[in-house]
């Protein structure tokens, strides 16, 4: 019950900021890292921890916004099966995409029409607000969270940032 008052709090101050530049790389690096000491998870870092993608953010909340998507992606997978993580970043246009993929059981068709609703999990455990609250975040930066995925094969998940974002 704390832990869901808690994310319902963290949910309605999601307008408060602190924006600084800030690197995307180093970011995803940061949150990795966190991950670091779980058994059976491989990361694959599709980019190099040199490369410079910058955006105008806050930190803090880009943080919540991988450290969700990083920690769903390996909950997705079997437990009988070893996880591979995979982070990718490209450009198109305005945007840097951040591109998380895993080689969990996919989602089901159900499932992914409320994927982004608050209240809305599949976990015996959490408050369902997780998705919900981080795409509010990128949103309110000009950005998007999207995903594809196939049954028995995995997920991956889209994370937009505009080039030139200020947020609000």
């Not at 995307?24 to 990361?43: G, K, P, Y």
């Not at 920690?71 to 305005?94: F, M, R, Y």
């Not at 959490?126 to 975040?137: E, M, T, V």
Request: hydrophobic letters at 35%.
């Amino acid at each position: 019950l704390a832990a869901t008052a808690t994310e319902f709090s963290n949910f309605a101050k999601i307008s408060s900021n602190s924006i600084e530049e800030v690197n995307i790389i180093e970011r995803l690096n940061h949150c990795v890292e966190l991950f670091s000491n779980e058994q059976d998870v491989t990361f694959v870092k599709q980019y190099k921890s040199s490369d410079t993608f910058n955006v105008m953010f806050d930190k803090d909340k880009m943080n919540r916004v991988f450290i969700n998507i990083i920690k769903n992606a390996i909950q997705a997978i079997p437990s009988d099966k070893h996880a591979e993580i995979t982070i990718g970043i490209d450009q198109q246009n305005e945007f840097h995409i951040v591109k998380i993929s895993d080689n969990g059981s996919g989602i089901d068709s159900e499932t992914q029409k409320r994927l982004f609703e608050p209240n809305f999990t599949t976990k015996s455990s959490g408050s369902g607000l997780g998705l919900a609250i981080c795409k509010n975040i990128v949103k309110n930066y000009g950005g998007d969270i999207w995903f594809e995925t196939q049954k028995g094969q995995g997920s991956i998940f889209y994370i937009s940032f505009p080039k030139n974002s200020v947020g609000k």
